[in-house]
């Protein structure tokens, strides 16, 4: 059986059921790059789920190319495990082991996990059937991400919010942050849009630690964040619900607030 089970955003986050298929793996590799889980310990896990069992921290190299293949040979002769931050298949790469496993006929169980997809939207306020599509800010070092800020302003054409995830690259010690993102959104932004609209800043959302900030775009780089990981919601027109939200619960700063209260326009 290969059971991929979803972590959460946070240790707390572990369903009964995530813990449950994890007492029953012989074997479990935890996927360490696809996300950062600041409070992830792995004392903590093998309390939970019993130290009698191998645990693997598994880089990329482990669990994409041909290693997909030993892992699927190793589920069709003992119970693998693969624990993934957030959900294990939202913006992962691991339909590819799903698959080679269902065609070789190993059995496979899905254990859902919170994801950045569901808080973003409920810790916010933002409306979840508003968000348009999602996209990843890479970091520019070969070539410009154009085609982000051209997501961004179909969304907004559409009047859909962005859900807007940050570029990690954990074997290189790198994750971008809040006012890195701003930087590049607003060198990139040929409209000149960007820096009116509100954004909401997410960063460590779900843990202790967490931070949610709304704000102009361009003013969200004058707060503190805790370390990554860290999103951005661009906001489109926000619904008086929505907008009451944002001031409420993200912090929205006053003036904003009555200005898009009465405003027809927006930004
Ligand atoms: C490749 S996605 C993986 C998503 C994960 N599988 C899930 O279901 O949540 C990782 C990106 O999601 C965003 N993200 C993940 N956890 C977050 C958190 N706790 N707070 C803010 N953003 C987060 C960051 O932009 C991060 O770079």
Avoid: W
């Avoid at 699927?72 to 624990?83: G, H, T």
């Avoid at 996209?135 to 520019?140: D, G, I, K, R």
Wanted: proline residues 5%; hydrophobic residues 40%.
């Amino acid at each position: 059986m290969l059971y991929f089970i979803g972590l959460g955003l946070s240790i707390n986050h572990l369903t009964l059921e995530a813990i449950d298929a994890l007492r029953n793996a012989d074997k479990v590799y935890i996927d360490t790059y696809t996300n950062i889980v600041p409070d992830f310990s792995l004392d903590k896990l093998v309390g939970l789920v019993g130290e009698e069992k191998e645990f693997v921290m598994a880089k990329r190299e482990l669990l994409e190319g041909k290693n997909i293949y030993y892992i699927v040979e190793e589920a069709s002769k003992k119970n693998i495990a693969i624990l993934v931050p957030g959900d294990p298949f939202i913006a992962t790469t691991h339909d590819a082991i799903r698959v080679e496993a269902l065609r070789r006929g190993v059995k496979i169980r899905v254990v859902n996990g919170l994801s950045i997809y569901s808080l973003a939207p409920s810790r916010t306020g933002l409306q979840a059937y508003r968000f348009g599509k999602t996209v990843t800010l890479v970091y520019p070092d070969y070539f410009k991400p154009y085609s982000t800020i051209e997501t961004i302003y179909d969304n907004l054409d559409r009047n859909l919010h962005t859900l807007l995830l940050l570029d990690l690259k954990i074997e290189e010690n790198k994750a971008m942050t809040i006012p890195e993102a701003i930087d590049i959104l607003i060198e990139l932004d040929e409209r000149r849009v960007l820096e009116n609209i509100i954004g909401v800043g997410l960063a460590q959302l779900g843990s202790s630690m967490e931070k949610i900030v709304a704000d102009r775009l361009a003013d969200l780089k004058k707060y503190a964040y805790p370390s990554p990981p860290h999103s951005i919601i661009i906001v489109a027109k926000p619904h008086p619900v929505e907008l009451d939200n944002l001031y409420y619960v993200c912090g929205l700063p006053e003036h904003l607030y009555r200005r898009y209260s009465v405003s027809k326009t927006y930004p």
